[in-house]
């Protein structure tokens, strides 16, 4: 029983291990759909092996620890119940025995002083023979009577001391027979189960250790399936993996030119006027190259910029409008050299403003770099294919349907069909619209006119007081640094912009004193958030400057 008792506690321990390891397993195993990838990584891979095979070594124990409960405990109980009984019926035979043996020395000893007695009665009767005999005043009637009494004592002392000798014979007899054959006999049934309890508990440790070795070999090659998933690992296709998922397409910047601010001291004299650049396409690239670092971070914090002087008025297309103020006018060539490789484009996102009266909020991934944007689009356009065929059969069907019913008035109403056709009709103008924004995108993410001008204010002939208005409703404001969040922030309150630690937010406007400060994420929502939960780096010359993120 104590030997079961240890067997149930190792399978206890047995089947909890497996149940922790498949719990263990769940844990860290990547859930994922029915349209998620497979793990492309050799290391993530190999990781999801090893789950696996451990998850068989899981299932290994729980095997180790059925074979125990079967084979052993189960087997342990069985015996020691029935050995229960058979040690029970020997216990039994011993006390009916010893109850035979105390019965034949009652019996023994009841006559023993049966016998005694009458030979004191005996004695008595004798006595008083001899003294009536010697009696001369005795009658002899008394004398004769005292002869009798004598004779009749004398014979039941015999009588009684034959029964005396053979219940002592028997008792002798049947004492040797109880220490002699009967008892030992008990004990030999006893020590002969002992022996085999013994045997069976040999049994049962060598089944205790088979239920262990049986499982070995698969063990082993479920640890010979994890070495050879560590194997497995190739670090340089995990790293061409990665360079092919996150290359951004950037090229590196060009060289800046030199800038000859002297040409405004040693004009001609008969020159009026300030000399206009020479080479206007490389002050494009030098703008081009300032606007890339301006906001742009990288996996080393922020991107490291050259220093570069101020930029003149000179330096840059201005426009001015009738109160004489002149604000930058910037050309598409930035954002075609960093987009050359890209030929669709999506729709901006609207800005905070629209996003609150109920706009429209399209995802253009203009956040990404130009390989990861390309690559979001054309899945994005796979989708919107995908659905415009959809429809397309759809609408095909209904078409065939319509002229069906038509030419047989019986089978249907035609008329039936209108309202479906149309709405089949209207989904798909809306995913061709769809498509069409992801090709051209109105905001200047790519264009086909190199010359059309973008992400500025209106013409010369525009009103101040209409670009006023319509910055005001759907460009975003500029972005004048970027900070880091220190602490998360629930945002819960109207107008607040909810954020986790260490997430990378732009900076739209200052903290005016309030302790609040506008930041806006990558995808275009904006909200206020306190400045002491965050670490705010602010771009230089960013004040008054119209920035793009």
Not at 76 to 85: C, E, G, I, W
Not at 90 to 115: I, P, T, V
Not at 179 to 205: G, N
Not at 260 to 286: A, F, L, V, W
């Amino acid at each position: 029983e104590k030997y079961a008792k240890f067997v149930k506690e190792r399978i206890e321990i047995e089947q909890n291990y497996a149940k922790q390891l498949r719990n263990l397993v769940k844990k860290y195993c990547p859930k994922r759909s029915a349209k998620d990838e497979e793990p492309r990584f050799t290391s993530c891979i190999a990781f999801f092996n090893i789950l696996n095979e451990l998850n068989d070594y899981a299932g290994q124990r729980e095997v180790v620890a059925e074979e125990m409960g079967h084979r052993v405990y189960g087997e342990l109980m069985r015996y020691s119940h029935d050995l229960k009984t058979e040690r029970k019926m020997h216990l039994q035979e011993g006390r009916k025995a010893q109850q035979y043996l105390d019965m034949c020395w009652k019996q023994m000893d009841n006559s023993k002083k049966k016998f005694e007695r009458e030979c004191r009665e005996a004695e008595k009767a004798q006595q008083s023979y001899e003294r009536l005999d010697n009696d001369t005043n005795a009658t002899k009637a008394d004398v004769e009577k005292a002869k009798q009494q004598l004779n009749l004592r004398t014979h039941m002392a015999d009588e009684n001391k034959n029964e005396y000798a053979a219940q002592l014979q028997n008792f002798n007899g049947e004492q040797h027979k109880h220490y002699y054959i009967v008892i030992p006999q008990i004990y030999k049934q006893l020590q002969e189960m002992d022996e085999r309890r013994t045997i069976k508990l040999s049994e049962c440790y060598k089944g205790f250790a088979d239920s262990e070795r049986k499982v070995i070999p698969i063990i082993s090659k479920c640890l010979e399936g994890m070495i050879l998933a560590a194997k497995s690992v190739d670090e340089h296709r995990d790293s061409q993996l990665v360079i092919d998922c996150f290359k951004s397409g950037f090229e590196p910047p060009g060289d800046f030119p030199f800038e000859d601010y002297s040409q405004n001291i040693y004009r001609t004299i008969s020159d009026g006027t300030i000399s206009t650049p020479k080479q206007e396409g490389m002050r494009i690239d030098s703008k081009t190259t300032v606007g890339k670092a301006k906001g742009k971070l990288w996996l080393f914090g922020k991107k490291p910029k050259p220093q570069s002087p101020p930029l003149t008025p000179t330096s840059l297309y201005t426009s001015s409008t009738p109160n004489g103020s002149q604000y930058p006018i910037f050309s598409i060539e930035p954002v075609h050299y960093c987009m050359s490789d890209i030929k669709t484009g999506k729709p901006r996102i609207p800005s905070f403003r629209s996003l609150k009266r109920g706009g429209p909020a399209l995802e253009d991934f203009s956040h990404l770099p130009p390989e990861q944007r390309r690559k979001k689009l054309q899945q994005r356009i796979d989708e919107l294919n995908r659905e415009l065929q959809k429809e397309t059969d759809q609408k095909d069907a209904l078409i065939k349907m319509r002229d069906v019913y038509e030419k047989n008035p019986q089978m249907g109403d035609p008329s039936s069909l209108q309202p479906k056709l149309a709405e089949t009709m209207s989904n798909m103008d809306r995913l061709i619209l769809m498509l069409q924004s992801l090709h051209y995108s109105p905001e200047g993410s790519y264009t086909d006119d190199a010359n059309q001008e973008v992400r500025g204010p209106p013409q010369q002939h525009a009103h101040p007081n209409e670009f006023d208005d319509e910055f005001e409703d759907d460009d975003p404001l500029p972005a004048i640094g970027h900070c880091k969040a220190i602490y998360p922030f629930d945002g819960h309150n109207e107008g607040t912009l909810a954020m986790k630690e260490g997430e990378i937010l732009y900076i739209i406007e200052e903290d005016k004193g309030d302790g609040w400060t506008r930041a806006r994420r990558q995808n275009g929502e904006e909200g206020y958030v306190p400045t002491s939960y965050i670490d705010v780096t602010l771009e230089k010359n960013s004040k008054g400057a119209v920035t793009y993120i």
